[in-house]
């Protein structure tokens, strides 16, 4: 509604992995773009961008520089309708040699702009319904579940910024000195006949809890 009376505006999508924002952004493009609008989509990392329609980062789109200061400036119009959204659970953003509060104050919550945000939320995981057998969705349920309370800090006791977390048995890699290996070598182990296919990357990641 935003677009068709051409008001402007800011929302943010949230929702955890799974929820279904990567299938949001492309329907959303898609709808727009078959109404002859012009929508640019972007992301803040090269391997994030391969999931998007365009597959530009919002530094190369929007020239931002990359070593940030008190002046540094993104000029755009104004009139338009931005839409951002992430996953506070996921990778943070990174503050050089910064504190605890210094990450938390690079995030968009506590930009000056987030109260003009209208907050949408993305709630039920929709991986989880992919499958119509129970017992295929039993596994991914329980971890997807598992997941969740980490991120909620429901899993490790009292969580002062540090915490110690049992990883489950089904999760580990125990018949190998060489633990890294063993996992890049499940994931990617056809990866130089893969290097140029995106698709190959959009279907693996890595997820490295921290920096």
Known sequence: MAVQQNKGGVFFVYGYGGTGKTYLWKTL??????KGEIILTV?????????????RTTHSRFH?????NEDSTCYMDTGKVV?????????????????RQDIVNASICSSYIWSECNV??????LRLT??????????????A??????????????NDGVAMIDIPDD???????????????????????????????QDRAILALTN
Do not use: C
């Open 29 to 34: 493009s898609t709808a727009i773009r078959s």
């Open 43 to 55: 992301a803040s990392s090269g391997i994030a961008s391969l999931l998007l329609t365009g597959r």
């Open 64 to 68: 931002i520089p990359i070593n940030l």
């Open 83 to 99: 839409v951002f959204d992430e996953d506070f659970r996921q990778i943070l953003h990174v503050a050089q040699k910064g504190t």
């Open 120 to 125: 949408l939320r993305l709630t039920k995981n």
């Open 130 to 143: 992919m499958s119509t057998s129970s017992y295929d969705v039993q596994e991914p349920r329980l971890f």
């Open 145 to 158: 579940k598992w997941i969740l309370d980490i991120g909620e800090g429901n899993i490790g006791g009292p």
């Open 171 to 201: 999760l580990l890699i125990k018949d190998s000195v060489d633990h890294i290996s063993k996992l890049f070598d499940f994931l990617y182990h056809d990866i130089l006949q893969n290097h140029e296919n995106q698709h190959y990357f």
